[in-house]
């Protein structure tokens, strides 16, 4: 999603929003679209929607059609319209008298290619409880907007929004004396990441910044970020000793297999990431490689993809979900990493679209930690890692309301896959080059999987399959078939350029 100061879109981002994205949870598009009561109900719908998404702004836009995205232009005007032909009250007053909690509204008027846009940009950065318009509550299914009483789950987890909200800062240990915040966080570390002398103002005023203690008097108060991150010994903070990352190995394919290995970490998430790392890399199978002269183990899974996917499970997991905690689960023939709730934008759309965070001071300091980047590429190395040593592609599935899982699998040539991971496989390759801005064909594809030219017709079925999944499409139709190109279904084809 554009990321925008909260309150305001310039032209570009209106256009860069309209190209890349459709409507969905916090987006919707209308063309003269004017009932006031029913604009009131969509205003609670797309708000709540973010506020469960933990997404601070949503979107309601005039002049552009909802399915072709089409510039259309619209006669909509918020500023001298009344509520209805009965009553008289202006439109923007009445929608505010309705509304509970107050929402920041701002209105916007834009010009694109010559047509008249109308931009409503919900802000729901400081409301603290679920939006209602005229005493009813309502989200959004899909494109659809629905009573918030008919979906029991959502309302939960939109409860459950407000609460996530405040895990970072709340306290792990009251009252903590200066020097004991050494005995209870690994401040050595932290200094030579931040660069700060142990025991120094400065540092203690980093640690403030960064919400990981916070002053109380002469005194500190660590905070859950604090603790999930920089603690020496978990068990010091009971609250959080069941939410570190836990590494389970299992002796065959399934878990019915005897664990030969089984621990959960006991030191804090950012000291110990590395660890962590090396620790799965020592437990996955290797095989042996004789290709230069002298035998060499070589992991079956590449490192780069497993420290992205777990580096993902730990910033993006849900603090609110009691009861689970990341998991990494070992197999013979795939890794399996698990992690408490569901994604924030669509699976399917992890590679192009920029990340959005649940828990933004845990990302910020795992990226001060050189642990993630802010530009969201960490599934781009990933999926580049699995192609280049010729693995499945990534299997991602939201099984629940509670978790998403992502499982890689072993190497497999690319005539040995099944049809679903030959169609997931051609859909990641499409979403890495077309973010590159290229397009795939048969030969770039079978330059990727390793085949030759006596492979054209493997790969023709291969292609035409995941169109009929609706995972690519063609990018020029006015062509042949022999010299076809494809992009992701979500990309724009030439004859919308």
């Known amino acids: 999603m554009v990321r925008t100061t909260r309150n305001h879109l310039s032209n570009e981002e209106l256009k860069k929003l309209i190209n890349e994205q459709d409507e969905s949870e916090i987006l919707d598009y209308k063309e003269n ?25 949503a979107y309601l836009i005039w002049g552009v059609q909802d399915t072709t995205k089409k510039i259309v232009g619209t006669k909509f005007n918020p500023v001298n319209k009344k509520a209805s032909s009965k009553n008289k009250m202006p439109f923007k007053t009445y929608l505010e008298q309705y509304l509970d909690p107050r929402v920041n509204l701002f209105w916007e008027e834009h010009n694109l290619e010559s047509k008249r846009i109308v931009v409503l940009i919900i802000d729901i950065g400081r409301v603290n409880h679920p939006i209602s318009f005229m005493g009813k509550r309502f989200i959004r299914v899909g494109t659809s907007k629905k009573s918030l009483s008919e979906f029991p789950e959502k309302e939960r987890m939109l409860w459950n929004a407000f609460e996530s909200t405040k895990f970072e800062s709340k306290t792990a240990i009251e009252n903590v004396s200066f020097e004991n915040l050494a005995n209870l966080l690994d401040l050595s570390t932290y200094s030579k990441i931040t660069g700060l002398p142990l025991g120094s103002v400065e540092i203690i005023n980093e640690m403030l ?56 970490g006991k030191i804090g998430i950012a000291i110990s990431f590395n660890n962590v790392i090396e620790n799965i890399m020592n437990h996955i199978p290797y095989t042996e490689n004789y290709s230069e002269g002298s035998r060499k183990d070589v992991p079956r899974f590449p490192k780069i993809a497993i420290r992205e996917l777990v580096a993902n499970a730990l910033v993006h ?23 408490p ?52 592609a990534l299997d991602i599935k939201v099984p629940d309301s509670r978790s998403t899982v992502v499982t890689v699998r072993a190497k497999k040539a690319f005539k040995d896959m099944s049809i679903t991971e030959r169609n997931s496989s051609i859909y990641w390759n499409a979403c890495l080059r077309y973010v590159a801005d290229e397009q795939v064909s048969n030969k770039s594809l079978r330059d990727s ?16 399959s995941a169109v009929e999944a609706n995972l690519i499409k063609v990018y020029d139709p006015n062509v042949g078939r022999k010299f076809s190109r494809y992009i992701p279904y979500w990309g724009t084809d030439v004859l919308n350029n």
């Open 33 to 57: 679209f004017e009932d006031a009561k029913a604009i009131g109900e969509y205003i609670s719908a797309l708000g709540n929607s973010a506020l469960m998404l933990k997404y601070p702004v």
């Open 209 to 264: 910044k960064d919400n990981l203690i916070r002053q109380k008097d002469a005194n500190f108060d660590i905070t859950n970020l604090g603790a999930y991150t920089l603690a020496k010994n978990m068990e010091d903070f009971s609250t959080l000793r069941k939410r570190t990352i836990r590494i389970t190995q299992y002796a065959g394919k399934q878990k019915l297999d005897k664990a030969v290995y089984d621990k959960q």
């Open 317 to 339: 997991q849900d603090f609110t979900i009691e009861g689970m905690c990341p998991t990494v689960e070992i197999f013979s023939n795939k890794i399996v990493f698990s992690s």
């Open 341 to 392: 709730g569901v994604p924030l934008i669509a699976p399917e759309r992890f590679l192009d679209v920029q990340p959005i965070s649940r828990n933004n001071d845990l990302a910020n300091l795992m990226g001060k930690f050189n642990i993630v980047e802010s530009r969201g590429t960490g599934i781009d190395k990933a999926v580049f890692a699995l192609e280049k040593n010729q693995l499945p």
């Open 449 to 464: 999987f390793k085949l030759t030219s006596r492979d054209s017709s493997l790969m023709s079925k291969a292609i035409a």
